[in-house]
């Protein structure tokens, strides 16, 4: 297992911000996995389900987010 501190660089250069981002841009996609396997437990509650549902709009909306900035880098 990877050790969880890292050494974060005063300034990041553009290579290492979209690497950064692809990442983030990957954790989140399986993050959205994880969610959707929990929505398809077919909850009962729909307050849970209604968080659930928010939970991966708020994903869905971040990881574009993400990937426009990343798109930004490389034009």
């Not at 290579?15 to 398809?40: G, K, N, P, S, W």
Request: proline share 3%; aromatic share 4%; charged share 35%.
């Amino acid at each position: 297992m990877r050790n969880a501190i890292v050494q974060l660089p005063d300034k990041w250069s553009t290579v290492q911000r979209r690497t950064v981002l692809r990442t983030a841009v990957r954790q989140l996609e399986r993050a959205d996995l994880y969610l959707a396997a929990v929505a398809a437990m077919n909850l009962e509650e729909p307050a849970q389900q209604r968080a659930v549902d928010r939970l991966r709009r708020d994903l869905e909306g971040l990881r574009r987010s993400f990937v426009e900035r990343r798109s930004e880098l490389i034009s």
